[in-house]
Antibody
């Protein structure tokens, strides 16, 4: 069974750094793209970026380029989303999602990680 | 890269059919037959309902169907049921390895 299990909720202060994770299991981790999606409170889904764990090739949405870093450690089947300096506006639910066999769509989703940034 | 345009809300009575539109540009929806649709219930992760414009994943009811014309994709839900009440999002490939979501549509079953 394919599963994406994300790390737990985080409460941080503005200016702090953060790295959240998404661990894949039940499939060949290196062969499928994994994307990250933001959902701010009461708002819609926003595509942030995507990584191919096989070679760590990464593409970012122009809206998120330079704001976050997506990485992967294929030895432990885990992808990461990190911030170097959080802002209150980073408060949101973050989902990781794995693409399907032919790409272009997200079949499997993590349960989401709620990040709250508040002073 | 702007979000795709969806109506904020659509409603229908049980048994009726409703259609949700998703309008993009010639750089995304219009250029690729790679639109997917997701259903999201409150507090839950999104669920894939349609991919590659009109394909249904295994396990998704055949009451859900997708289509595209020009720069606009559409999701039709026929035989509307109470459990279909949720938020729906379209997503399109936008070239150069990037994707863009629509703003979302709240479906209400009257």
């Amino acid at each position: 069974e394919v599963q994406l299990v994300q790390s737990g909720a985080e409460v941080k202060k503005p200016g702090e750094s953060l790295k959240i994770s998404c661990k894949g299991s039940g499939y060949s981790f290196t062969n499928y793209w994994i994307g990250w999606v933001r959902q701010m409170p009461g708002k819609g889904l926003e595509w942030m970026g995507i990584i191919y764990p096989g070679d760590s090739h990464t593409t970012y949405s122009p809206s998120f380029q330079g704001q976050v870093t997506i990485s992967a450690d294929k030895s432990i089947s885990t992808t990461y989303l990190q911030w170097s300096s959080l802002k209150a506006s980073d408060t949101a639910m973050y989902y990781c999602a794995r693409q399907g066999l032919s790409g272009s769509y997200f079949v499997y989703w993590g349960q989401g990680t709620l990040v709250t940034v508040s002073s | 890269q702007s979000a795709l345009t969806q109506p904020a809300s659509v409603s229908g009575s049980p048994g009726q059919s409703i259609t949700i539109s998703c309008t993009g540009t010639s750089s995304d929806v219009g250029s690729y037959n790679l639109v997917s649709w997701y259903q999201q219930h409150p507090g839950k992760a999104p669920k894939l309902m349609i991919y590659e414009g009109s394909e249904r994943p295994s396990g998704v009811s055949n009451r859900f169907s997708g289509s595209k014309s020009g720069n606009t994709a559409s999701l039709t839900i026929s035989g509307l049921q109470a459990e279909d009440e949720a938020d729906y999002y379209c997503c399109s490939y936008a070239g150069s390895g990037t994707y863009v979501f629509g703003g979302g549509t709240k479906v209400t079953v009257l």
